[in-house]
């Protein structure tokens, strides 16, 4: 059954606020998903500012088009040298920018 997105409308409970964070992500993994996220962030994840959900979403297209690149053509080093570069920059903008982790 298809989650009805949460964009075009606020965000009202705590649920409602980690499924809004959770659509700017892959949602593969147990990492992501509402239980744990609900211990960190009981009341709700904060929303971003415009500029670092543009980052994230930027960074996150370009991981996307570099994976799927890499995963055409594995044996190639230069798909897998710009999979890694893509990838590093993805993880660095989630944790440091938008996360605030040093």
């Not at 075009?8 to 892959?26: I, K, T």
């Not at 996220?37 to 996150?60: F, I, N, T, Y």
Request: charged residues 30%; glycine residues 4%.
């Amino acid at each position: 059954m298809a989650r009805c997105p949460v964009r075009n409308r606020p965000a009202q409970s705590a649920a409602d606020l980690h499924r809004a964070w959770l659509e700017l992500v892959d949602t593969e993994g147990p990492f992501l998903a509402i239980p744990p996220l609900k211990r960190v962030w009981p009341e709700g994840m904060p929303q971003l500012a415009a500029a670092r959900k543009a980052a994230l979403s930027d960074a996150h297209k370009d991981f996307e088009s570099a994976w799927e690149r890499y995963d055409r053509s594995a044996a190639s080093e230069t798909t897998l040298d710009t999979y890694r570069s893509a990838r590093d920059t993805w993880v660095e903008t989630v944790l440091r920018d938008v996360a605030g982790w040093g």
